[in-house]
């Protein structure tokens, strides 16, 4: 079945630091990759997705890579700020008229 | 454009009573879907309706079920409430063969006591 990894929270970083936060992958087919946000006590709020293998998504300073040789789509951030501290899901959507599939998310602590 | 909507925002219900969620779909979307997120956890796929039928299901018991409208809004139904359904409730809707391109609603806080 298809199923979603990320890297195990809390992440806590001071501004300015770089991030990564881990995502892979198993899924049947050709499965579109979406990162999403999640602020206290909101929903989820697309941050980029990538339709195809090799495309890169970005939004707001954060990029994410769809490798299909390592069935990953690892979110990057060059500089972070103490507004990106939220939890962020990776997830996939495979097919026609499927469901998402999320990971757990991942907590980030942006310290200033 | 309001976007997705759920209400109500926040539920306080006891064990064993019944409950019933909505969600109204973004304008030119006609399908919409439901998803439990659990504290720390991220959302499971409850069921998918479209043209006011179930299309696709998730692993949920059959004390989980819903309803479409001819206008494209939905309800969540959830029978004899267990403590474990406190949860996030999420509705998300897109268009149909449009999935990628779906919108998520800011949820319906559930908690049973």
């Known amino acids: 079945g298809n199923s979603v990894t990320q890297m195990e929270g809390p992440v806590t970083l001071s501004e300015e630091a770089f991030l990564t936060i881990n995502c892979t992958y198993t899924?049947?087919?050709?499965?579109?990759l979406f990162w999403y946000v999640q602020y206290p006590g909101e929903g989820l709020q697309l941050l980029l997705k990538a339709t195809k293998a090799d495309d890169k998504g970005s939004n707001k300073g954060f990029e994410a890579t769809y490798r299909k040789e390592t069935t990953s789509f690892h979110l990057e951030k060059g500089s972070v700020q103490v507004s990106d501290s939220a939890v962020y899901f990776c997830?996939?959507?495979?097919?026609?008229?499927?469901?998402?599939?999320f990971g757990p998310g991942t907590r980030l602590s942006v310290l200033p | 454009d309001a976007g997705v909507t759920q209400s109500p925002t926040h539920l306080i219900k006891t064990r064993g009573q019944q409950v019933t969620l909505r969600c109204s779909p973004k304008?030119?979307?006609?399908?919409v879907s439901w998803y439990q997120q659990a504290l720390g956890q991220g959302p499971q796929f409850i069921f998918q309706y479209y043209e006011e039928e179930e299309r696709q299901r998730g692993n949920f018991p059959d004390r989980f079920s819903g309803h479409q409208f001819p206008n494209y809004s939905s309800e969540l139904n959830v029978n004899a409430l267990l403590l474990g359904d406190s949860a996030l409730y999420l509705c998300?809707?897109?268009?149909?063969?449009?999935?990628?391109?779906?919108?998520f609603g800011q949820g319906t806080r559930l908690t049973v006591v």
């Open positions: 899924a049947t087919g050709y499965p579109s």
């Open positions: 997830a996939l959507i495979n097919n026609y008229g499927q469901n998402f599939v």
């Open positions: 998300a809707s897109s268009s149909r063969g449009q999935d990628t391109e779906a919108f």
């Open positions: 304008s030119g979307h006609d399908t």
